[in-house]
């Protein structure tokens, strides 16, 4: 009887073997065919074929089940972001706050102070300051020596201090005061000197631009006047026509006689130059042209550049 039924089983399964297993197979027939292959076999009916745990272990392994690779998170896949999302929407920028008329003329006026005063800036820088000279002055030196007594003596406001620093110098000996004009005359020695120096370190194309900055800080009333740099290196303006006439007729003595006042001289001489006939004026015109071209050569000689003048007369030609 046990054997019929193992007889039974066996051919069963071996029925089931031989259709085709598909990949998902429920879970009652899997545990069937393991119930099946668990209960031990004779000897003869086994050693006929190979054991069914191996070929119901192959079963169970070749189970459809869905798997994942090493390392991956769900969570962290469920809650990421499908790439077709769509962005976030920004929120449209501040419309600008219109100004009106008196604030645009406040904006305009403060942005060219501001380029004002980059300007004075740099044209301070490209006007260079000279050294500080020494006093030259006989009594500027006294009252420098009397002053520290004056100042120990008054403790009173500056005004009281110079009121005693004079007062010591007025009661000086004549020999003190030899010695402050002796003083101030070497000041004036040194002063030259060091300014000499100092005008030698700078090329004469420096001290051109440094006095074109001072000229022009002198029209910004940055400064009260322009006072430009001495240099014997600088090339000499040209001279007009109508200074050649000037130099020649106060050279003869004409017009000065009729008038001691220099504007009333000036005011005649220029009326006398322009009813001189153009033969009268070629003369002075002949010399000023010569003198414009000795300083377009000592302009290119020295600073290395061409007078502007020239420059724009090419240009326009």
Known sequence: ????????????FRSA??????????????????????????????ASFSRSSSLVGDLIRSYATTSRPKGSNTESTANKKPKNATKAVKKPAKSRRELTPEQIE???????AAEKRQLVRSLKETALQPPKP???????????????????????????????????????????????????????????????????????????????????????????????????????????????????????????????????????LAEEWKSLAPAEKEKYMQLAKADRERYYREHLETYGIQPYVLTRSKSQK
């Open 134 to 268: 020494l006093p030259t002055g006989a009594r500027a030196i006294a009252i420098g020596k009397v002053y520290a007594e004056a100042r120990a003596a008054t403790s009173g406001p500056m005004s009281e201090v110079l009121v005693k620093a004079s007062a010591l110098v007025e009661s000086m000996s004549a020999d003190e005061r030899q010695q402050c004009e002796k003083q101030a005359e070497a000041n004036k020695i040194a002063n030259e000197a060091a300014y000499e120096a100092w005008i030698k370190a700078y090329t004469p194309n420096q001290i051109r631009e440094a006095n074109s900055a001072r000229r022009r800080l002198a029209q910004l009333k940055v400064t009260k006047k322009a006072s430009l740099l001495k240099d014997n290196r600088l090339v000499k303006q040209p001279t007009a026509p109508y200074f050649y006439f000037l130099a020649d007729k106060r050279e003869a003595g004409s017009g000065i006689g009729r008038s001691k006042i220099m504007a009333e001289e000036t005011s005649y």
């Open 106 to 112: 406040r904006k305009e006026a403060r942005k060219k």
């Open 17 to 46: 073997l031989a259709r085709p297993v598909r990949v998902v197979v429920s879970q009652s027939n899997i545990k069937r065919l393991l119930f099946v292959a668990r209960r031990p076999l004779p000897t003869a009916v086994t």
């Open 1 to 12: 009887m046990p054997l019929n039924l193992v007889r039974r089983g066996g051919g069963a």
